[in-house]
């Protein structure tokens, strides 16, 4: 019944090295923070960030999840994969998180707490972009190298821009959300620019699996506040929250005017699942800071205008003269809004050098902020360098997986990677009448595994 | 491929200006809170209600986004325009707030806070009731319209009803619920009375679209607690809480075996979707009043009872005679147990009066509270003055609408402003056999945009 | 309309019963808690335990609800009865939860407060887990009465191991599911061992109801830590959340690579959807507990272990064998997992008793604890205990549901309990050209009351 083959396959050798080399790590290098004082009636980081810690998560989980379920053939798939990818990543991230926080600061054991597991799932966030970019085209094998690289370049990133330089980015527009974008999409160059169209015949979406896909938009929205303020410092959260909240109200106005002028005067449920919320991703830099309501609502309006276009004009113009197929998008929603985002950093703290009395809230990601005059220089610096790190390291990746692995070989089927009911693929969504003897059908693997439970 | 005709639609038009009049009113006139003192280590609005928030939002966007997808066409519409007129009222309904909230006190400029944003989620509630009466029968240009006025009228009455004669709603019923069922009954009786009946082939449900719908019930329900209890004061709001799950229990229990009764023995998908939540809606008024577990259980039997008898016998009845069409039967979740829960506030301030002892619980939503012994009056008359200016009001907004706006073409059917999957229409769920040479398909657009991402 | 026979049905008197036993015993016996001092600016038992009640609650409705939905024609009823049984529970458990205290401490009027209501979610969670062993086999009144003796039994056990022996198992491996695991599996063997096979071709799942199954799987996934930790004391909390989150973040790897090796090379989506959660069963025990971040990995790996095992493996052999049909085969995700998880805290009690030191948490569920050494004893006869009230109280209550009741006609079919729209069963899913003379059809009872609403 089992297998040697699937025993030794490389997909579970390399989970279940990975699973050992992370309880190693953990056994011997992490521990749990120990700050509570006994005698309090609460714990104080469980108050202050729990909350934040289970909304974040549901953004990944149910959020990404599901938003990427669109595809008609691929929502075992899509939720499946972010299931187990995210896990994996939320052990290694930890890690590689911990590592640059001791080279700022010490060596020694790593006390975890609630926000270490919060940075641990905005790493996360940035492979699921990139997961994004490269959906229905990879194997898991290749999804645990991706992960496995990507969170070493990340956590990279974020110690030569938030511990060195001190750039400010409270909601990851450059470090989170352009980052994952742009890892994502110059490693899809190089991994899968040779796609046969053909598959492209299962890389659309049904009404049913567009109204599921929606479901994720709805829960990332809801919760972006939490996103972006998660970590803010008490005095500036609340303003991450409220400016969060009003960028993305904005956003979403302009997605449906926009997408109504593009679309021919309909809506297409493609902006709506995604630009809608490229006035989280926008706001991300600035949002706790001094911006005032009317700079959020520029934000929004920016972050939809911006994704709303590059779904409508630029994404088969991109696809066909770069060769890059990004399934999701992820450019439009998170690559240029987070350069908007990143530059909008820029813009705040040149005006807020301009009117210092205001400049209540120099609070960055970890409170570590560099309180000189060149703010908005090392704004665009770490613009500039998180799309260096992210492109060359999403350009490796790719190498390395095109030397040692294999693409999907069924793109945007999950009939490859999972035993799937007898009704699979022949749902009339398809194909109002399929023919039982059309050859299409042949190869699929109906599982009888079905009836045990 | 972008026309003049889809810029200059009114659709695109009113909803540019209407972000631009945002911008600068929200530029010049609204500003954050900043209570903080520095040093604190949280911030007390955050700790205090963003909980809160981030629940009724929860209740907004998935709650009564996904409870409105029942309808086998209309899932994109139901849920698509729950968002983006729900952002659009965010928006405006924390001006008209504001504005009346600056009337009762003085003018200068506003500052928002957490509260700020649930009150408007509060009035956005108001507006997605009125949605669902009329929902499948109106454009996103009317609903835009709607919006616009039914949030003047609703500010308006919390001006006269709170801030003046000092009633108590904690959680509603009347100025939300029962506000929001009048306005839309009332406006769907003069806008679509005269809708052909031929439209109503699409009015139903399918297998699938009720399981969404249920999605929707339940996160209704789960968060009502949060809703009831969000501005209720220190010492009320753990009663708050505690009342509205007891009185929802009961609900359940109630609208179960009154549909088993009615149904013929068996259950309704319609009943359990929508007077399950009938407890919510009957305990909004006496919420955070002491009224006794036994008393919350009341309240949650009656609203079951009024719910369920009125979609099983009163809505064939009221469709016929006053032919009034209202779509997810709104008088019957939200119009009549909300007269229930202000007939409950009566009843409770009554017997409060008769023990002044235990009247702990004097706090109403704005914590403005009469204590002289007129309460049950001033209830009473609340609840007449908010039946009046909501039935009033959207007898204006649908004369308003029928002046200068043309009503969907297509009832109940998505692909009049959706581009829609190329299966829409042809699922086995209308017919198992469809024809291709019937004419009734013969109209559908199928959208050729969704290969693109 | 309304016909005697169904006013009179069974399932509606005794729900009528019960509600207006529930009214008198709350309205003579249980009262609010008045703990709150005028002046705080929060209520303590809001500010600690609101977001747990509220994390708990989706668990139960969202969670559990939507997991049980994969099967293909039995939605409404998975989804529907969890509403309906759950909400039964939460009035009956406060009650009998209630009456075991006060047998504890004292007689006299009992006053709830939040925690109660949670401490009645959990009791939910074990009815939950007994009604998957026997979806779609038994009706509604079976599950009323299902709830009523289970909940009697699980005080008692809660009584004999926290109260009197102070047993640990503060997120309930023990207490909560291998309890409602064994209980449900001994009642299906007594009730349903001669269930015909002919029942098995509605048993199965489809593509999207395996869909909406993850949703739930994932829901539970995400708020498993504050399951565990809801009742934690301060300082004890943070380690149960931090526990809990990197056990199950181990169980999902480890799910996944087992399913593949065990399934062929491919993953099966019932593996995916319970064995990913078999983490946060098997660290229930022991999640408040000092047993470092590698002792969670490792209550992870066990638990997924076990599970995935005895789904793949050990289910049909146990249906073969032992004649019992464990529908969602709770007894792999709860009952297993839940004897690792109190197997757990003996070996967790047993290091901590030398290495005193560090024995920082001992900490039980209601913060009764016996400092004596023997705790790894009491811990082992809390498990042995626990086994022998469930298997004997699933016995009893089988017997007694034997003798007075029938089972479901239709098995794993909603249309028997349900009015259902009238494609139901026509799906392609279950045959891509029905005959319409096929007679299979033809005992269904379309519904003719969806053009209602």
């Given at each position: 019944?089992?297998?040697?083959?699937?025993?030794?396959?490389?997909?579970?050798?390399?989970?279940?090295?990975?699973?050992?080399?992370?309880?190693?790590?953990?056994?011997?290098?992490?521990?749990?923070?120990?700050?509570?004082?006994?005698?309090?009636?609460?714990?104080?980081?469980?108050?202050?960030?729990?909350?934040?810690?289970?909304?974040?998560?549901?953004?990944?989980?149910?959020g990404?999840?599901?938003?990427?379920?669109?595809?008609?053939?691929?929502?075992?798939?899509?939720?499946?994969?972010?299931?187990?990818?995210?896990?994996?990543?939320?052990q290694?991230a930890?890690?590689?998180?911990?590592?640059?926080?001791?080279?700022?600061?010490?060596?020694?054991?790593?006390?975890?707490?609630?926000?270490?597991?919060?940075?641990?799932?905005?790493?996360?966030?940035?492979?699921?972009?990139t997961?994004?970019?490269?959906?229905?085209?990879?194997?898991?094998?290749?999804?645990?190298?991706?992960?496995?690289?990507?969170m070493?370049?990340?956590?990279?990133?974020?110690?030569?821009?938030?511990?060195?330089?001190?750039?400010?980015?409270?909601?990851?527009?450059?470090?989170?959300?352009?980052?994952?974008?742009?890892?994502?999409?110059s490693?899809?160059r190089?991994?899968?620019?040779?796609?046969?169209t053909?598959?492209?015949?299962d890389?659309?979406?049904?009404?049913?699996?567009?109204?599921?896909?929606?479901?994720?938009?709805?829960?990332?929205?809801?919760?972006w506040?939490?996103?972006?303020g998660?970590?803010?410092?008490?005095?500036?959260?609340?303003?991450?929250?409220?400016?969060?909240?009003?960028?993305?109200?904005?956003?979403?106005?302009?997605?449906?005017?926009?997408?109504?002028?593009?679309r021919?005067?309909?809506?297409?449920?493609?902006?709506?699942?995604?630009?809608t919320l490229?006035?989280?991703?926008?706001?991300?830099?600035?949002?706790d800071?001094?911006?005032?309501?009317?700079?959020?609502l520029?934000?929004?309006?920016?972050?939809?205008?911006?994704?709303?276009?590059?779904?409508?004009?630029?994404?088969?113009?991109?696809?066909?003269?770069?060769?890059?197929?990004?399934?999701?998008?992820?450019?439009?929603?998170?690559?240029?809004?987070?350069?908007?985002?990143?530059?909008?950093?820029?813009?705040?703290?040149?005006?807020?050098n301009?009117?210092?009395?205001?400049?209540?809230?120099?609070?960055?990601?970890?409170?570590?902020?560099?309180?000189?005059?060149?703010?908005?220089?090392?704004q665009?610096?770490?613009?500039?360098?998180?799309?260096?790190?992210?492109?060359?390291?999403?350009?490796f990746?790719?190498?390395?997986?095109?030397?040692?692995?294999?693409?999907?070989l069924?793109?945007?089927?999950?009939?490859?990677?999972?035993?799937v009911?007898?009704?699979?693929?022949?749902?009339?969504?398809?194909?109002?009448?399929?023919?039982?003897?059309?050859?299409?059908?042949?190869?699929?693997?109906?599982?009888?595994?079905e009836q045990?439970?």
């Amino acid at each position: 019944m089992v297998e040697l083959k699937h025993i030794f396959s490389p997909f579970v050798i390399l989970t279940i090295v990975f699973e050992i080399v992370m309880m190693i790590i953990y056994g011997t290098w992490i521990e749990y923070d120990t700050e509570y004082t006994p005698g309090e009636t609460e714990d104080p980081q469980v108050a202050n960030t729990y909350k934040f810690y289970s909304d974040v998560a549901v953004m990944i989980l149910i959020g990404f999840g599901y938003l990427m379920t669109f595809l008609k053939k691929y929502g075992y798939s899509a939720a499946g994969f972010t299931f187990f990818i995210s896990c994996l990543t939320f052990q290694w991230a930890i890690v590689t998180n911990a590592f640059f926080h001791q080279v700022y600061t010490s060596f020694g054991k790593f006390a975890i707490e609630i926000p270490s597991i919060v940075e641990g799932m905005y790493a996360t966030a940035a492979v699921l972009i990139t997961f994004g970019a490269i959906l229905g085209k990879t194997t898991p094998l290749q999804l645990i190298i991706v992960a496995f690289f990507e969170m070493i370049f990340y956590s990279l990133n974020i110690y030569v821009n938030i511990y060195q330089l001190k750039a400010i980015d409270v909601g990851g527009s450059m470090i989170i959300h352009a980052f994952g974008a742009f890892f994502g999409i110059s490693l899809t160059r190089v991994l899968t620019s040779k796609l046969q169209t053909k598959s492209h015949n299962d890389s659309g979406s049904v009404y049913t699996s567009d109204i599921f896909s929606l479901i994720g938009t709805i829960w990332l929205w809801l919760y972006w506040p939490s996103f972006n303020g998660a970590l803010a410092m008490p005095g500036a959260q609340f303003r991450a929250f409220m400016n969060t909240f009003l960028s993305l109200t904005a956003s979403v106005l302009t997605t449906f005017f926009v997408s109504h002028i593009l679309r021919g005067g309909k809506f297409d449920m493609v902006d709506i699942q995604n630009a809608t919320l490229a006035g989280g991703v926008a706001v991300g830099t600035t949002a706790d800071l001094f911006i005032y309501p009317v700079g959020a609502l520029s934000c929004g309006v920016a972050g939809g205008l911006v994704s709303t276009l590059g779904f409508a004009y630029f994404a088969p113009k991109i696809e066909k003269f770069f060769g890059v197929q990004d399934t999701c998008g992820v450019q439009f929603l998170h690559g240029w809004p987070g350069i908007v985002g990143g530059l909008a950093g820029v813009i705040a703290t040149k005006i807020a050098n301009e009117h210092p009395s205001r400049y209540l809230a120099e609070r960055s990601f970890h409170a570590f902020f560099h309180r000189g005059g060149d703010q908005p220089e090392i704004q665009l610096a770490a613009l500039g360098i998180t799309l260096g790190i992210a492109i060359f390291g999403g350009l490796f990746t790719g190498f390395i997986l095109k030397l040692g692995t294999q693409n999907a070989l069924n793109p945007f089927n999950d009939s490859e990677f999972w035993e799937v009911p007898q009704e699979f693929g022949k749902e009339p969504q398809q194909d109002s009448f399929p023919d039982p003897s059309d050859s299409k059908w042949v190869d699929y693997n109906p599982s009888d595994g079905e009836q045990m439970i």
